[in-house]
């Protein structure tokens, strides 16, 4: 039985504030650029202002793109183009300034932090600062087994719990939220299909590397063997992230649900994190008001869960890679939101007439009798 109370969050997590909303929606219609002629750079600026609860809304100065890492046991059977238990060397190429978020991060000034829950390597092969967090080596294969126990999922749930806490007592104003696994794709379909009452077709999509039709077939059949695991446990979310998620899945629903907590906004990049999301919706409602939708990927489970938590994407430029890639790129976007909304002079008020003058159309008032 595990400890932790997650209707605690439901309790916790208050909706951003509707009243500085309004402010700000009232000062962009004073703004000089006709309100709407920005597009959903307004409604940008005042989501943003009313997570800061702030008018006008506050420059994103501390962004940092957060990136849980694990291997999923599921990868064995083929479902990934990547081999089983790779995972660790993506971190690494990351690490090294090799992949896409590397390029995007140092072009934007932005600092990756890589946490480690469940990778299939040695963790002296990798920073201190990557694994201390590290949950066990590897997930299990979920199409007929638990991926974590219970103990195991409490304990990574806890880790994302710390790891949003250290964001935020670090000044982070804003997350970009991105996993590095292999077969994580495939668990994120399971939770979606088994949250949306979806068959496994409806959500299984070819990867950040795209698949061939065969391997395409073997995630369809693993996806719904591992639903069938899934469906029994729907009504206590963290054994549903440990009979068919991972320590990374159940690392990036903890932080998800903190941060709405902290009221740190959160950039969501790809199906993986999109699946935990959904999670968190379960566990409490009010959580995805703070979440925005980076990118569409293509991958339907994440269509299929986006929909559902009524988010829609800022971009769509196609970009599979995952590992926070995608999200990075809608990063300038809020930036910009946010200058704008700022920074846009108000109209001129109308001229009035002073108040010592009479105005010329009108005639002077009659002096009262005694008057001289």
């Given amino acids: 039985m595990s400890s932790l109370n997650l209707d605690d969050f439901t309790d916790l997590i208050e909706r951003p504030d509707g009243g500085v909303r309004r402010d700000a929606e009232a000062r962009r219609e004073r703004q000089i650029v006709p309100p709407g002629a920005l597009g959903r750079l307004d409604d940008l600026g005042e989501w943003l202002a009313a997570a800061q609860s702030a008018v006008p809304v506050r420059p994103v100065e501390q962004p940092r793109v957060v990136l849980f890492a694990g291997d999923h046991g599921v990868a064995e059977l083929g479902v990934s183009a990547r081999p089983a238990g790779g995972a660790g060397e993506l971190v690494r190429e990351i690490l090294e300034g090799g992949r896409p978020v590397s390029v995007l991060a140092r072009r934007l000034g932005v600092a990756v932090r890589i946490v480690d829950m469940a990778l299939d390597c040695d963790p002296e092969s990798l920073p201190e600062a990557v694994v201390r967090h590290r949950v066990r080596r590897g997930s299990g294969r979920i199409d007929i087994e638990d991926a974590l126990t219970l ?16 964001e935020a007592d670090s000044g982070t104003d804003l997350v970009v939220l991105g996993d590095v696994s292999v077969g994580g794709t495939t668990a994120a379909g399971v939770l979606v299909a088994a949250l949306c009452g979806t068959d496994a077709s409806v959500v299984t999509g070819r990867g950040g590397v795209a698949i061939d039709d065969l391997a395409w077939m073997r995630k369809c059949a693993a996806i719904r063997d591992a639903l069938r695991r899934a469906r029994p446990v729907l009504g206590d979310q963290l054994q549903l992230l440990a009979t068919v998620g991972g320590a990374d899945l159940a690392a990036i629903t903890g932080f998800l649900l903190q941060s709405a907590v902290r009221k740190m906004p959160v950039v969501l990049d790809g199906v993986v994190v999109a699946a935990c999301a959904l999670v968190g919706q379960r566990i409490a409602f009010r959580a995805p008001d703070w979440w ?16 559902r938590m009524a988010l829609e994407p800022l971009l769509d430029p196609g970009v599979k890679v995952g590992e926070g890639a995608g999200g990075l790129l809608a990063l300038p976007l809020v930036q910009a939101a946010a200058a704008l909304a700022a920074e846009l002079p108000e109209k001129p008020k109308a001229s009035q007439a002073p108040e ?15 008057q001289e």
Wanted: proline fraction near 9%.
């Fill in 292 to 307: 925005l939708a980076a990118h569409d990927s293509g991958e339907p489970g994440q269509a299929k869960a986006l929909d």
């Fill in 356 to 370: 010592d003058e009479a105005p010329e159309d009108e005639e002077p008032e009659d002096e009262e009798p005694g």
């Fill in 151 to 166: 103990e195991e999922a409490e304990a990574a749930f806890r880790a994302g719990v710390a790891v949003a806490d250290e």
